[in-house]
C-alpha cells in the first residue's frame, strides 16, 4: 500500500514540475535558459532581445542557436509589449532565474522566431 501511495504522489509531484504554460498554435516553449543580459532598443521598431548562456539545441532556427538570443520583433509601436518581455527578463537575470522562451512566427534573418513570452522557472 505504501508503494501504491508514494507512487501516485511522486507522479503528481512529476505533473507539477512538467506542467507548462499555454501556447497558442504555432507557438511554443523552449528551454530552459540561463540569461546573460538583456536589451531593449530602437531599430525602426521596438525590440527587446534576450541573450542565453546555453546553445539551443531545440529551436529551429540558425539565429536563435548560433547567436543566442531571442528577440521580441513584432509589432514596431508594440512598445508596451516590448518593455515587458525586457522587464521580466531583467527580473530574471537578477534573481538569477533560468526561463522558457514562447517562440513563434518565422525564422526572421537577423532576429530569428519572435519572442512572445518569457516564462521564470523558480531555483
Not at 512529476?14 to 498554435?25: F, I
Not at 521580441?72 to 525586457?86: C, I, K, L, R, V
Not at 538569477?96 to 530569428?112: A, E, Q, T
Request: charged share 15%; glycine share 6%.
Amino acid at each position: 500500500m505504501k508503494k501504491i501511495l508514494l507512487f501516485i504522489l511522486s507522479s503528481l509531484v512529476t505533473l507539477d514540475l512538467h506542467a507548462a504554460t499555454n501556447a497558442s498554435p504555432g507557438q511554443k516553449w523552449y528551454g530552459p535558459y540561463t540569461i546573460t543580459k538583456v536589451a531593449r532598443y530602437w531599430d525602426g521598431g521596438g525590440r527587446a532581445t534576450v541573450h542565453f548562456a546555453e546553445t539551443p539545441t531545440d529551436i529551429p532556427c540558425d539565429i536563435n542557436k548560433n547567436q543566442k538570443k531571442a528577440t521580441y520583433w513584432g509589432d514596431p509601436n508594440a512598445h508596451a509589449f516590448a518593455d515587458s518581455m525586457f522587464s521580466v527578463a531583467a527580473t530574471a537575470n537578477a534573481q538569477n532565474k533560468k526561463v522558457y522562451f514562447l517562440l513563434d512566427k518565422s525564422c526572421h534573418p537577423v532576429y530569428g522566431l519572435n519572442l512572445h513570452g518569457i516564462e521564470m522557472v523558480s531555483n
